[in-house]
């Protein structure tokens, strides 16, 4: 994975800009993989979008329903696993919530999640070889591994500046 935008962006970067350029990537993702990017996804992934912090489903829902009839959660839910599966969105597992990826890869790519306690911004770099360490002593155990996710929690280098 080669990251398309620095782990964290600055705090004063063009927001809408990154937004854009996030739909224009699902977009490039779900044409080339001849999958239906509906509006319902393009809303949900767009909510997501909004902040470089995860948000929790109900968050989602609250989001969207800023502009439009409040949707059932089951309709975020099937929105949310769609763009996961596309890897358009990943699952932060601590935090039980979901962050928009605009990186160039699969959903099986092993990546870390950067987590600031400070501003609640999450980062994403890859983490092959972490992953694969991890997957190999866990294998040495008899264990098959199925998924691997690596969160490291700490402060950015935006709130430690900011300090």
């Known amino acids: 994975m080669t990251p398309a935008k620095p782990a964290f962006p600055a705090p004063d970067h063009d927001h809408d800009r990154c937004t854009a350029d996030g739909l224009t990537h699902a977009e490039r993702v779900c044409a080339a993989r001849a999958q239906k990017f509906t509006?319902?996804?393009r809303q949900?992934?767009?909510a997501l979008l909004?902040?470089?912090r995860p948000l929790g489903a109900y968050e989602v829902i609250d989001e969207l329903a800023k502009s439009m009839p409040r949707p059932a959660p089951i309709t975020v839910y099937r929105a949310l696993d769609f763009l996961m599966a596309?890897?358009?969105?990943h699952r932060i597992?601590?935090?039980n919530a979901f962050l928009a990826c605009a990186h160039d890869h699969d959903a099986a790519a092993m990546v870390a999640f950067l987590i600031c306690e400070r501003c609640?911004?999450?980062g994403e770099i890859p983490a092959l070889p972490v992953a694969q360490s991890l997957n190999s002593a866990?294998?040495?155990t008899g264990f098959a591994p199925k998924l691997s996710v690596v969160e490291i929690t700490g402060t950015c280098a935006h709130c430690q500046q900011a300090a």
């Open 50 to 52: 909004s902040s470089h």
């Open 86 to 89: 596309n890897g358009l969105v």
């Open 93 to 95: 597992e601590s935090r």
């Open 138 to 140: 866990a294998r040495a």
């Open 39 to 41: 509006p319902i996804r």
């Open 120 to 122: 609640g911004s999450v």
């Open 44 to 46: 949900v992934l767009q």
